[in-house]
T-cell receptor
Framework: KAGVTQTPRYLIKTRGQQVTLSCSPI?????VSWYQQTPGQGLQFLFE???????NKGNFPGRFSGRQFSNSRSEMNVSTLELGDSALYLC?????????????FGPGTRLTVL | GENVEQHPSTLSVQEGDSAVIKCTYS??????FPWYKQELGKRPQLIID?????GEKKDQRIAVTLNKTAKHFSLHITETQPEDSAVYFC??????????????FGTGTQLKVEL
């Protein structure tokens, strides 16, 4: 079974621009979560989608948004990019939503904001 | 919300020794505690997990213990090998009112196994 995939793997943008990242979960998985990883803040939860609905949201500004499609693929969007948005963005998929489901991570998208 | 503290931030051991990483969590409602290993430039990989109805779980050289009363859980690696060198993250899953998965991660432990 193919693992979680993310595109693109690397992205360079300038301040003020917007960006869209994509995540394809493991086949059959219906939950997709997004995390931001930075050296200073570690791994922080952004949001989770299940059956095209946002189930949970972390403490990030409204510039960060996401969505999920009927095939469970998910996208996240960051508008009006700031230098501090430079990070590794990881998505993780799990079979179901719920508090104790194993999550499998993708390779991440490395976003650099100049 | 949940808060997870992880110690130590760096750990250096000799090959063959044991390594222990400890985490504490704040929300007694948390019921799932996974441990992830992340090698440089790679994705986090789940190495072991434990649920709140279990006190200990073991998988070959890796074990995890959970003390719900004290709200802490630990990762134990025995007979460490150079390939165990990586950053290890603990996490707690807190299911807010709407359910769903929401992992709160510790700050990570850089484990170095020296020859």
């Amino acid at each position: 079974k193919a693992g979680v995939t993310q595109t693109p793997r690397y992205l360079i943008k300038t301040r003020g621009q917007q960006v869209t990242l994509s995540c394809s979960p493991i086949s059959g998985h219906r939950s997709v979560s997004w995390y931001q990883q930075t050296p200073g803040q570690g791994l922080q939860f952004l949001f989770e989608y299940f059956s095209e609905t946002q189930r949970n949201k972390g403490n990030f500004p409204g510039r960060f948004s996401g969505r999920q499609f009927s095939n469970s693929r998910s996208e996240m969007n960051v508008s009006t990019l700031e230098l501090g948005d430079s990070a590794l963005y990881l998505c993780a998929s799990s079979l179901l939503a719920g508090g104790s489901n194993e999550q499998f991570f993708g390779p991440g998208t490395r976003l650099t904001v100049l | 919300g949940e808060n997870v503290e992880q110690h130590p931030s760096t750990l250096s051991v000799q090959e063959g020794d044991s390594a222990v990483i400890k985490c504490t969590y704040s929300d007694s409602a948390s019921n799932y505690f996974p441990w992830y290993k992340q090698e440089l430039g790679k994705r986090p990989q789940l190495i072991i997990d434990i649920r709140s109805n279990v006190g200990e779980k073991k998988d070959q050289r890796i074990a995890v213990t959970l003390n719900k009363t004290a709200k802490h859980f630990s990762l134990h690696i025995t007979e460490t090998q150079p390939e165990d060198s990586a950053v290890y993250f603990c996490a707690a899953s807190w299911a807010p009112g709407g359910g769903g998965n929401k992992l709160t991660f510790g700050t990570g432990t850089q484990l170095k196994v020296e020859l």
